[in-house]
């Protein structure tokens, strides 16, 4: 197994804090204090905390000044383990407007440099499938759900947008979607075509006034098939690149109906992944994948041999520190 390194003394969990730069116009002083490798520091005001600072610490912490191509140097490894078999886990986790989406699939205006993590991992995956072409031949295809309020979309459609799709686990051709549309792809523009597909169904379902793509999880699963050349064995190995609804508590005195219901299955899919991943870094004998659609989706790359790595996004403004602590807290029960 080449790629195999990707292991630290917490077995196959990691995570990594990526701090937003302060966007354009915006004038202010950041609640970062200080980065250093893996530990971060942050002002907590006396509504927080008694200390005026807290250190927190993870595998690693990128500073707003990160790369895209950073970035994704780190993640690069657990991507390539998935050409030897295993199955990988990469989220998105963080409030609205922290940097999901940036992370995961870049910013609305798009060149080689600001691909995030989807675009990279797959042109990593062509490129080093065609490199061991003469031992390996390789089948990449890739799926694209929506999890929205429960219950599960194809985002690879061209029409019939509203069917739901049932997640069935320890199905005999491995998908856990499998009537989700399952697409064959062999190059970058193949890639960029589907995002886009992805993308356009994901904004049908917005309404004039809310942006759904943030109350909704998405899900771009990449399957590998590699069949050694000489013995004939073929190796599977799938990866799920998840970019999360956005984590922030609803105050439930302001919002009703639908947005109250969002808010629910939220909360209740979010508190299940990190219950799920606490679960698994405390070695637990037992691991609540059925408590949501999402860890029921992603239970065969999450735990055993599955690598999993989060990416917890927080934005650096202080109207934030409320939900930056929240979710620096989250990440430290899950690492
Ligand atoms: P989320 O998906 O968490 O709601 P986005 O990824 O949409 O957040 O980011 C919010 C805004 O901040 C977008 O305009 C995005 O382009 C910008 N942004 C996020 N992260 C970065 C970054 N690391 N560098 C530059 N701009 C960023
Ligand atoms: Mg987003």
């Given at each position: 197994k080449l790629y195999n390194q990707v292991q630290d003394l917490k077995g196959n969990i990691r995570v990594y804090c990526r701090v937003r730069p302060f966007l354009p116009g915006q004038l202010c002083s950041s609640t970062v204090c200080s980065i250093d490798d893996g530990n971060i520091s942050i002002i907590t005001p006396s509504k927080y905390s008694k200390e005026a600072q807290r250190t927190f610490s993870f595998n690693k912490v990128f500073g707003p000044s990160a790369s895209q191509a950073e970035v994704f140097s780190d993640t690069q490894p657990l991507i390539r383990s998935v050409l030897d078999g295993y199955n990988v886990c990469i989220f998105a986790y963080g409030q609205?407007?922290?940097?999901k989406t940036f992370t995961m699939s870049g910013p609305k205006d798009l060149n080689e440099q600001s691909q995030g993590v989807n675009y990279r991992a797959l042109s990593d995956l062509f490129f080093l499938s065609e490199q061991r072409r003469d031992m390996f031949c390789y089948e990449i295809a890739v799926q694209m759900i929506e999890i929205y309020n429960e219950q599960v979309r194809d985002l690879?459609?061209?029409?019939?947008?509203?069917k739901r799709l049932e997640i069935r686990n320890n199905s005999q051709n491995r998908l856990?979607?499998?009537?989700a549309n399952l697409v064959p792809v062999s190059s970058t523009s193949d890639v960029i075509e589907l995002m886009n597909i992805g993308q356009k169904n994901r904004a049908v379902g917005a309404t004039a006034l809310n942006d759904r793509s943030s109350r909704s999880h998405s899900c771009l699963t990449v399957h590998v098939q590699g069949r050694?050349?000489?013995?004939?064995a073929v190796l599977r190995g799938c990866m799920h690149l998840v970019d999360l609804a956005g984590s922030e508590r609803v105050d439930k005195s302001e919002v009703t109906g639908e947005r109250l219901k969002e808010a629910q299955h939220i909360n209740k899919s979010l508190s299940a992944l990190g219950d799920v991943i606490a679960a698994l870094a405390q070695k637990?004998?037992?691991?609540?994948?059925?408590?949501?659609k999402l860890t029921q989706l992603l239970q065969d790359s999450l735990g055993g041999q599955a690598k999993t790595l989060m990416f917890v996004h927080i934005s650096p403004e202080m109207d934030a520190i409320g939900e930056t602590i929240s979710t620096l807290k989250f990440a430290e029960r899950v690492s």
């Open positions: 609205t407007g922290s940097g690879l459609v061209s029409d019939g947008l509203n856990n979607v499998p009537s050694d050349m000489t013995s004939g637990s004998s037992h691991v609540p994948y059925r408590n949501s």
